[in-house]
């Protein structure tokens, strides 16, 4: 390196000191409270997951209801279904009144966060009893995208399958 290279080096180190200084003297002490409330915040989105299988498993229209947004996707076993509304109207709505027994067995829920959407996954194995005696085993899972706003976690988009146990 020639004395003018150095020279122009040297300065350039000087002019951008300061900036490399400050990314490096940067106060990190929040770091730990932006992460428990990034943590706070995937708690309650896995809450309106289990709450959503709770409700189903107490058959509760209006709890159910409440949980999606008005402009939400359903989507099961390979069939777009509408917004909640619709799917709760002209599917799962009527499959309630004929439920005596919902129930959940080794039920995960997985989300993972990006800004103020979450990505649920989750895997369950459900049972249903019909009033007319027959019994539905399924393994299922089920995938969803929630949306944070005016601090209330919503689904948007919910996609479920199921298909009959298989014997490992």
Known sequence: MNLK????ASSLAV????AA???QHADHSAHGTQTTAQDALTQEATAV???Y???LVARDEAAMRALFRADSLVFENGKAEGSF?????????PELGEITEFTFSNPTVNVRMAGHVAFGYETYRYRIALTDGRVIE??????SVLTHKDGVWKIVQYHSSSRAPRPN
């Not at 290279?5 to 122009?8: D, E, F, G, I």
């Not at 509304?85 to 709505?93: K, R, T, V, W």
């Not at 399924?138 to 995938?143: C, L």
């Open 5 to 8: 290279s150095l020279a122009t």
């Open 49 to 51: 997951l289990v709450a």
């Open 53 to 55: 299988r709770e409700a």
């Open 138 to 143: 399924r393994d299922g899972v089920a995938t």
């Open 15 to 18: 002019f951008w000191m300061p």
């Open 21 to 23: 200084a400050y990314a």
């Open 85 to 93: 509304a619709q799917y709760m109207e002209h599917h799962l709505g």
